[in-house]
């Protein structure tokens, strides 16, 4: 009983996050950068964790700046469990926490197959 009280509260948090319109842009899109790569100096391409704080800012607002609405969503997002958030030299790289990803899926489907239609 304990823990299905605590999946409650879990998905709470993260439905409230994911609740707020730029919030969820900003999920979708880390969603969508599931593999990216960039160039290192020699020119070679080299896998990344994820989009930089700065450019998460660009994408949502077009503004090269990150500004403090965007560092609230990122971190109620991280906050929720949602996405991580690392140090990696100067930069801040974003990426969606895919454990949290699937624990909301299994919440979201948990016992459904079991129901045959009914609510009971």
């Known amino acids: 009983m304990q823990i299905e009280l605590t999946q409650r509260i879990d ?3 993260m439905f409230k996050a994911l609740g707020d319109p730029t919030r969820l842009h900003i999920y ?3 969603r969508s950068c599931c593999c990216p790569v ?3 100096e020699s020119g070679d391409v080299r896998p990344v964790d994820g989009p930089t704080v700065g450019e ?3 994408h949502v607002t077009g503004a090269q700046q990150i500004n403090s609405l965007i560092s609230h969503h990122l ?3 991280r906050v929720a469990g949602l ?5 990696r030299g100067k930069n801040m790289i974003c990426g969606v926490n ?3 990803a699937h624990a909301l899926a299994a919440y979201l489907t ?3 197959e079991n129901r045959n239609g009914s609510c009971c």
């Not at 996405?83 to 140090?87: N, P």
Request: proline letters at 0%; charged letters at 30%; glycine letters at 4%.
């Open 110 to 112: 948990d016992g459904s």
């Open 28 to 30: 979708n899109f880390l």
């Open 38 to 40: 960039a160039l290192d």
């Open 11 to 13: 998905a709470a948090v």
């Open 56 to 58: 998460v800012c660009c």
């Open 98 to 100: 895919r454990k949290a």
């Open 75 to 77: 971190k109620e997002l």
């Open 83 to 87: 996405i991580t958030v690392e140090r």
